[in-house]
C-alpha cells in the first residue's frame, strides 16, 4: 500500500492543517531546534543575529543520523553532576528526593526499563552498554559460534561499513576465510540498491546447511528499506539459523516487538532516533531464551548459561561485590553486560526516553507514516512537481513507497552532478539533510519534532535548489 | 626504603605546615568537595545545614574508587551540550572560537593526547574508548591467540573480579578449560595478600612454554601493591610472552612509562584518579611497534596489520565516510576503535585531562609519597599509636611499606569484627573511605585534592573509630 494517494491540496495552508490536527504536535517543544543563526555561528555564545530569518528555526530533517537534543536531557544532566559533586562514591546508593534519577548502581536497569517498550521487549531482555559495534561483536561472541561444517555469516552487500568490517573480523578471528565465509547479498537488479525480502530468503535457503549466522539491517541506513524482522526471522528459525538485527536506524522510528517476533539478539545506537547525543552509549536485546541461567545446569558440570565473553557487571547484583571468583550471570540481556556504565551517557538516554514514554511508539509510527508520505507525495506528485519537465525529475526517491517497507527516511537518488550544489543551497537555506556520496541525499523527517511545514517548505527549498543545481548556478 | 623514618612532630600544626609547603595545593580548588552536609542530604537542593560542622568538607579518601568532580566538568559539559543542541549533526565537523572543545570528529585524538603524557606514552599508542573490561576483551581478541602448545594465561589468583571473568570467559571461547589454562598467581605466604615479584617472575618462567598472555595489575586494587612493570614486562619478554596491564588502579596515580618500558598493551578506567565520573568511557594503549599498518604487506596477500575485531572507527579517517568495504586500521592504539565514541563522556575525561596538565605525574607522585607516608606514619608510629596497646595496633597496613611499590592508597586490615563499627563512625564524622569485606578499608589520599591536615584529621578520627569498636560501643 502506498499512501501517495490523492494529495490534492498542495498549498502551505494544508500542511499549517495537517500541522494543528497532529496530535504529537506538543512533543516539538520537548527539544531545542538549532535557528538558522545558530548553525552559521562560529561561536557557541549568542550571536546578534544578522537577519530576521536567522532567528527562525532551521528544518532539522537529519535525525536518522543524530537526532536533537531534548529540553530536560541538559537538566538531568546537571542533576547528575550536582549528585557526583555532592555525594561522590556515595552517589552509587544515594536515592535523592528531588531527583527522578537513580543511585548508580541502579541505572542500567532503570534505563533498560524505559528502553524496553520502544522495542517490544521484556525489561530484562535489553542492556544499554557500550556502543552499537561492541555490542555487535559481543553478541557475535556469543551467537557466532562457527565449526568446520557450519561457519558462513549471510549478510548485505552494502551493510554498514562497521557492520561489515565487524562480520569480517570475527570469521578471521575463527579462522576461517571472509572470502569464502561472508555472504553478500546484493540487489538483485542494478536498478534499484533495495532488496526484496524473497531475495533475501532464497540466499538464505541456499547456504542454510553452512550458515551459523545472519546479520540483516532492520531499517538500512542508506535506502530507508525497513525489513520484515519477523518473516526473515521465523525464516531462518526454520532452518535452524539464528538472526541478529541492527537496529540503529529502527528504533525510536518503527515500532518493534522483538520478543513477540522471537528475534535472536539485536544491537542499536542511541544517537539517532532516540536523541541522546553523539556516540551515547548503545543497546542490546538478548530474547529471554537465550539469557536463562540454570543454576542446577551448573550442578551437573554444565555451564548453566550461553557462552559470553564476561565482566563483573553481568554478575548476579547480589554476589557482585562479594569479589568472588565465581561468575553468574543475571539473567537475561544485563548478564552479557561487561562494566559498570557511564552515568552520564545513561542519563542522557534516560532523557531522551522520558520523551518518548509521553506517547507510544505507534503514536510515534503514525505521525511518520503521515509525515513521510506527505513528503513523498510532494516530492513526486504533479502539481507540486510540475516546476520540472514533466515525469522528468531531477531526482528519484529509493526508498521504497509501500509504507510497510519504510521507516521516516526518504533517500532521494539525484541526477548526476547535482549532489554539491543541492547541498550548498538547502544549507544556505538552514535546511539539514545528510549526503552520501557521490548521488544520495536522505532526509528524515522525525515524528517527534518535525512538522508538516517544515516538509512542505523543505519540498520548496529543495526543488529550488535542484533547479538552481541543473542550471549550473 | 621506607618513608617511615623520623616523624618527630605528631602535631595538627605539622600538618599545617606540610600543607603551607605543598606545590600542589593551589589545585585542590579545581575539584568539588562534598561538605559534611552533602554526604548526608536526601535531595540534590541545598539544604538548610543543621550544624556549622556540617558546612565543613568532608575528608575523601575514596579517589580510588570514584574521583570527585573537578569544577571546569560542567563548564565543559554544557558547552558540548549547547554545542550540540546548537549545531546538531553539523557540531562533528565545527570548531567554535569560544570553545576548548574539538570538533565531534577529532574529539578522540584530542582526549589521546591530553591522555598520552599520564601514561607515557604516544599520541598514537593511546585510544579512549568502551569501558575497561570491554577494552581487555578487545585486547585479548588481538594478543590472545593460543594454540595447542600455548594457550595459558597468567593472572593473579585475586584479581579484580571483572578481569578474573574477562579472562576464564575468553579462555572457554577459545575451547580451552579454564582449570588447566588460568594460571592463578596466589600469595607465598598466608600471612601477606601481597605478591613478591620473584615469585610472579617464577610462576612465569614456570609456564612459559605453555604460557599465551600474561595480564597483571598496575597497582593492585585490593593490597595497593605497585608491581614493577618495566621488569616484569622485560623478564615476559625475553621468554617471548605477552603482558597486557590492568591499570585501574594506576593511571593518574603513579607516572608510568608504557612507551618506554615496552608495554604490549594496557586497559584502564577513567573514574578513579582520572576523575571524570562514574562510569566514564576508559582507555587503552597499544605499543606503536603492534599498531603498525604495512600497506604493502597487504599487496602481498598479508594482512598488513595486527589481527583484531574490527568497527568503522579504526578506519582511516580519510576513508572512512566513503564507506566502502575495505578495512584499513589507523596506525596505532585507534586503528582499535570500534565505534564513534560518546562525545559526552569524553568531555568530561577532557575536563579532567585539563587539570592534570596544570601539573607533571612527576610533581603529583612527589606529592602522593608525601601524602601517603605522612599517612603512614601517623597510623604506625608511637607517639601517634600511643592511644592503642603497645605493639597491639588494632590494624596492620597490608599494603607495602617501600614507597616505590605503592601509590596513593594504604589498604588497612582490620581486627576481625571492627570493620562494620569503624565504618560506621567514619561516615558519622564525614570520612569517606572504601570497604573490602570482611576486615579492609582502602584509603586513598589523592594528590590533586587532598590535604595533609585531612590525613592528620582521618588519622585521629580513626583510631577513635577503632578504640570505639573495639570497646563495642
Ligand atoms: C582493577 C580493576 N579492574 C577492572 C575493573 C572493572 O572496571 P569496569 O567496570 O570499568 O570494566 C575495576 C573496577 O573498579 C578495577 O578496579
Ligand atoms: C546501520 C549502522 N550500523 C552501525 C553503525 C555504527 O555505529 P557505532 O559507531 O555506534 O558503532 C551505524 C552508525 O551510524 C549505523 O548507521
Redesign the interface.
Known amino acids: 500500500m502506498s499512501a501517495s494517494q490523492g494529495l490534492n491540496d498542495c498549498s502551505r495552508g494544508y500542511a499549517t492543517q495537517l500541522d494543528n490536527q497532529d496530535t504529537l504536535r506538543h512533543l516539538r517543544k520537548e527539544f531545542?531546534i538549532?535557528?538558522k543563526a545558530?548553525?552559521k555561528?562560529?561561536?557557541?555564545?549568542n550571536s546578534a543575529s544578522t537577519s530576521e530569518n536567522d532567528d527562525q528555526p532551521?528544518i532539522?530533517f537529519?535525525g536518522n543520523?543524530?537526532g536533537?537534543?531534548p529540553r530536560r536531557?541538559?537538566e538531568r544532566?546537571?542533576?547528575h553532576?550536582?549528585?557526583?559533586?555532592?555525594?561522590?562514591?556515595?552517589?552509587?546508593f544515594t536515592q535523592?528526593?528531588?531527583?527522578n534519577l537513580p543511585p548508580?548502581l541502579h541505572v542500567d536497569d532503570f534505563a533498560a526499563k524505559l528502553m524496553a517498550p520502544l522495542v517490544g521487549a521484556l525489561p530484562k531482555e535489553v542492556a544499554l552498554m557500550?556502543?552499537?559495534?561492541?555490542n555487535l561483536?559481543?553478541m557475535m561472541?556469543s551467537f557466532y559460534r562457527p565449526t568446520e561444517d557450519k561457519y558462513k555469516i549471510i549478510l548485505e552487500g552494502k551493510?554498514?561499513?562497521?557492520d561489515?568490517?565487524?562480520v569480517?573480523?570475527?570469521i578471521?578471528?575463527h579462522g576461517f576465510d571472509p572470502k569464502e565465509a561472508m555472504i553478500l547479498i546484493e540487489p538483485e537488479s542494478s536498478g534499484s540498491p533495495t532488496i526484496s525480502e524473497s531475495h533475501i530468503l532464497s540466499i538464505i535457503e541456499k547456504h542454510a546447511s553452512s550458515t551459523a549466522l545472519i546479520l540483516l539491517p532492520g531499517v538500512q541506513y542508506y535506502t530507508g528499506q525497513y525489513l520484515d524482522i519477523e518473516r526473515i526471522t521465523s525464516y531462518a528459525h526454520n532452518l535452524g539459523l539464528t538472526v541478529g538485527w541492527d537496529l540503529a536506524h529502527a528504533v525510536g522510528n518503527v515500532p518493534l516487538q522483538l520478543h513477540g517476533w522471537n528475534v535472536d539478539f539485536a544491537v542499536w545506537?542511541n544517537?539517532k532516533y532516540i536523541d541522546s547525543?553523539?556516540?551515547?552509549?548503545?543497546g542490546l536485546f538478548v530474547h529471554s531464551r537465550h539469557g536463562e541461567v540454570d543454576l542446577s545446569a551448573r550442578q551437573d558440570g554444565g555451564?548453566g548459561f550461553r557462552?559470553?565473553?564476561?565482566?563483573?557487571?553481568?554478575?548476579d547484583k547480589d554476589t557482585?561485590?562479594?569479589?568472588?571468583?565465581d561468575?553468574v550471570p543475571i539473567p537475561g540481556a544485563p548478564g552479557f553486560q561487561?562494566?559498570?556504565?557511564?552515568?552520564?551517557?545513561?542519563t542522557?538516554v534516560i532523557a531522551s526516553l522520558e520523551v518518548f514514554a509521553l506517547t507510544s511508539m505507534a503514536a510515534i509510527r503514525e505521525k511518520s507514516i503521515a509525515l513521510t508520505s506527505y513528503l513523498e507525495d510532494l516530492l513526486l506528485l504533479a502539481p507540486a512537481a510540475a516546476e520540472f519537465d514533466e515525469k522528468c525529475l531531477p531526482y528519484q526517491i529509493i526508498t521504497p513507497s509501500n509504507i510497510a517497507e519504510r521507516g521516516a527516511q526518504l533517500s532521494l537518488l539525484l541526477k548526476p552532478g547535482l549532489l554539491e550544489g543541492v547541498m550548498k543551497a538547502l544549507e544556505d537555506a538552514g535546511v539539514?539533510v545528510?549526503e552520501?556520496?557521490p548521488n544520495v541525499i536522505r532526509v528524515a523527517p522525525a515524528p517527534l519534532y518535525n512538522t508538516f511545514t517544515e516538509v512542505w517548505e523543505f519540498v520548496h527549498i529543495f526543488k529550488v535548489a535542484c533547479l538552481k543545481a541543473q542550471s549550473g548556478r
Not at 96 to 99: A, I, W
Not at 130 to 134: D, M, Y
Not at 159 to 162: C, G, H, K, T
Not at 277 to 282: A, D, E, K, M, T
Open positions: 531545542i538549532p535557528t545558530d548553525l555561528s562560529k561561536t557557541l555564545a532551521c532539522y537529519c543520523s543524530l536533537l537534543q536531557t541538559s544532566i546537571i542533576s553532576l550536582t549528585s557526583w559533586a555532592k555525594k561522590g562514591v556515595y552517589g552509587h535523592h528526593e528531588d531527583s548508580y557500550q556502543t552499537l559495534t561492541a561483536h559481543l561472541a551493510a554498514f561499513p562497521s561489515h568490517y565487524a569480517e573480523s570475527q578471521r578471528h545506537c544517537y547525543g553523539p556516540g551515547v552509549i548503545g555451564a557462552p559470553r565473553l564476561s565482566g563483573w557487571w553481568g554478575g557482585r561485590f562479594k569479589m568472588d571468583s561468575f561487561l562494566s559498570n556504565p557511564s552515568v552520564l551517557d545513561l542522557a539539514v545528510d552520501r556520496r
